[in-house]
Every structure is written in structure tokens, then in C-alpha cells.
């Protein structure tokens, strides 16, 4: 299996801020990556799908970039909503496997 | 609009059985691979199973095989997952998600339904 690191687990940080999360995989996975963000109570919600690709919706101060086992994801200028989790997941090979996650909090 | 919708959730006793069931809307559901992803109270997310179109080819981790059974009834915009034997480590969230170009994509979740194996 294709195991997932993330990093770093949680940092806080202040409104306004660019916030940049590092996803590794174990082996290269291409850009078979996506990036998930989750609040309390709530369903994970899709970000970024092929490593870089903007989901509908999904408002352009995120983006992803990186390939074969090292990914980042960015968020250009912190607002309180963004204050959450965020996954990466591979879907490179099954299983699907996800990381441990980064908890974004206020500073 | 993509709403997808669990439900079967219950509390069961170890080694006991659940179905539980995804009632898909919004796009064509045929033509997309589905999966399940469960989470755990205060955990990550946790791949579980996914299915293709047709389903005629189906994935499972290996923490599920031989226990979940994952099927879908594209005449009814629905997707299943029968799970026996039962163990207190199933217990979680359960959601289900619609995959796109590529299986793992999974760009649409429910808002999942939780199942407790407890005695």
C-alpha cells in the first residue's frame, strides 16, 4: 500500500496569512493526488484533484502543485472560513489511501 | 445539482450484519465509479471499497475483505454495502462518494451515516 505523509500536522495561523501544506507519498503516484478540506460535523469536501486541478466551485486562493511523490497545497490569503483539516489522498493504485491530515487553526 | 445520501446506519453487535444504502441524484449515475470512505470518531478518513460504472470490477481494502460486500442497482440511482461480521473497529462514519474521470477523484460526498458495533 501506499502510505501518506503530511506536514505539518496542524499549524495556527492569522487571517490574511499564505499557508503552504506538504503531501508525501511513499512511492510516485504521478499526479494521482487530491486534497481535501474538512470542518467539524461536516463531510470532507474535494479541493484540488490531480494534484493541481481546481475543483468547481472551489475558490482559486487554493492551489496544489507537485508530482511523483512530493505535493503542496496553498492557500494564498487566509480567511476564517478556511480554518479546518485538510487530506491529501492518492488514487494513483488501490487501495486509496489518504494522509493524517493538518488542522488549521487561528493564531 | 450531486446529492448523494446514506443511510442503514444503526448500532450492532459484534459479528452482527448491516446494509447500508447511497440514494445518488444529480448526474448520470451509471456513469460514474462510486467508493466508500469511512471516518472514525476523531480520525482521518479511511478508504473502504469503490465500484465502477458497471459495476463489474470492485475494490475493497484488505481491513473489509471477505466481510463488506459493495454492489450497485444503476436502474435505481443506488449503491450499497452489505457488511457482516462485524467488528467494534468498523464502527465510524460512513460515507458515499461519487468518483470522476479517474475512480479515486472523489469529488462529491453525503453527509454519511454512522454504524456501532458495540456489545
Redesign the interface.
Known sequence: ?IQMTQSPSSLSASVGDRVTITCRASQGISN?L?W?QQKPGK????LI??ASSL?SGVPSKFSGSGSGTDFTLTISSLQPEDFATY?C????S????????TKVDIK | EVQLVESGGGLVQPGGSLRLSCAASGFTFSTYPM?W?RQAPGK????VS?ISGSGGSI????SVKGRFTMSRDNSKNSLFLQMNSLRAEDSALY?CAKG?L???????????TLVTVSS
Open positions: 500500500d494521482s487530491a481535501f463531510a470532507p469536501k474535494s484533484y490531480a475543483q487530506y489522498q492518492q488514487y494513483n488501490y487501495p486509496f489511501t489518504f494522509g493524517p491530515g | 467508493s470512505v482521518g478518513p479511511e478508504w469503490a475494490y475493497y481494502a484488505d460515507y470522476g479517474y475512480a479515486g477523484d472523489l469529488g462529491y460526498w453525503g453527509q454519511g
